[in-house]
């Protein structure tokens, strides 16, 4: 149990040892035979992963990028009897609002690296400061430096009431709260819970993950939809179904995948690289075509450091088995929509148009904050404009 409520200082500083054990595992991978045939049907290849396991072992500068995280300020404080970790960035701006970015999986707050900045100091990065947030970026428990997770329960809406604990300490009495994946039903349950400190709260999500969230049945009157929007939606459906392999282990059998995640750092790398192709902007025909590979392998460096890959399918199992979902958000939304246009997706979402906001982008993807950082800081900015 994590009993001290104190909020601390944190700063990110991995033992030389772990980081020498790191390359000696990855040096010493034990590769599978080759599948008889390659490519991505059967999962990340093969060859593919050996050279970025070989980045990973011979480039990548780990302690890089340490120090560019570490210039995020962050804390540590105990909710709940559970260690919350968060990146806090105040702005210089007197009238800055409040903002609680939340990540998704297989994520982290080092998402937020590059938009940390333009977000807080806005005149700093040649926008008006009065679209200045202070920004507050927390680890989901189970995630990075908010593990270990010593007790069952941990699940989305347990987390926000965390998270609004959290926002209430820092003396945040008005706040916005964002998010993709995960994140999004955070920001969600937020707009319920506290909707009497949260002003509104924008999402962000690719058209994969909007038909995901949509599940089956779908929300909305299927007798209401074309003939072409029902074959639309069931093309998106069926993508989805390929693809959710990862979810149906983590969210039934989480354990069993626990030892292989925090035994060997190549399946770690593994796991989620092959959801950072799937995810990705439909145009990259790789991961490092869409993200910085080397942020890339940070994050899943920060699993790797902190053992989350199980606490982190942990989560996924306790928020898939909970009956505590509360009620939906009766905030002003907004959501931005990137990776290309879908009039299905809003008819799904939004079938009349009664959203605060809506906003759909051809570029970007899943993870909107690495892939396009410049069209989410400015979608926040709009969103938020009139909440102030």
């Known amino acids: 149990m994590e009993d001290n409520v104190e909020i601390r200082p944190f700063r990110i500083e991995i033992p030389q040892a772990d980081v020498d054990e790191l390359r000696e595992r990855v040096a010493r991978t034990r590769w599978p035979y080759e599948p008889p045939e390659q490519g991505w049907g059967r999962g990340i290849p093969s060859a593919y992963l050996r050279g970025l396991a070989d980045r990973w072992l011979t480039v990548f500068d780990w302690r890089a990028q340490e120090a560019r995280l570490n210039e995020m300020p962050q804390f540590v404080t105990g909710i709940d009897g559970q260690r919350v970790h968060f990146a806090h960035v105040r702005s210089p701006e007197p009238g800055a609002l409040p903002l609680l970015i939340t990540h998704g999986y297989p994520g982290s707050f080092a998402e937020f690296r590059d938009i940390a900045g333009p977000l807080s100091d806005p005149r700093s990065h040649g926008g008006d400061p009065a679209d200045a947030f202070h920004v507050v970026a927390p680890s989901i428990p189970g995630f990075a430096f908010s593990t270990p997770v010593r007790e069952a329960g941990w699940d989305v809406a347990r987390t926000s009431r965390a998270f609004a604990e959290l ?222």
Request: net charge negative.
């Open 167 to 388: 926002m209430r300490r820092l003396g945040y009495d008005r706040y916005g709260a964002q998010g993709g994946d995960v994140g999004s039903a955070v920001s969600g349950t937020l707009g319920a819970i506290d909707a009497g400190h949260v002003v509104g709260i924008h999402l962000n999500s690719d058209l994969l993950g909007a038909a995901w969230l949509a599940g089956d049945p779908v929300p909305v009157d299927m007798g209401t939809l074309t003939e072409e929007e029902r074959g639309r939606l069931d093309a998106l459906k069926a993508v989805t179904a390929e693809g959710k392999g990862y979810l149906q282990i983590q969210t039934t059998r989480p354990q069993a995948v626990a030892f292989a995640l925090t035994d060997s750092p190549v399946g770690q790398l593994a796991w989620i690289a092959e959801k950072f192709k799937e995810w990705t902007d439909p145009a990259a025909e790789l991961p490092e075509d869409a993200v910085d590979v080397d942020l890339l392998l940070a994050i899943v460096s920060l699993y790797w450091f902190t053992r989350s890959g199980a606490s982190a399918a942990h989560f996924l199992y306790e928020t898939a088995h909970t009956r505590d979902w509360g009620s939906p958000a009766v905030v002003p939304q907004g959501w931005a929509m990137f990776g290309g246009r879908d009039e299905i997706i809003r008819k799904l979402y939004d079938p009349k148009h009664e959203l605060a906001h809506w906003t759909e982008y051809d570029r970007g993807g899943h993870f909107a904050a690495m892939e396009a950082p410049d069209l989410l800081v400015e979608d926040v900015r709009t969103f938020f404009r009139p909440l102030r």
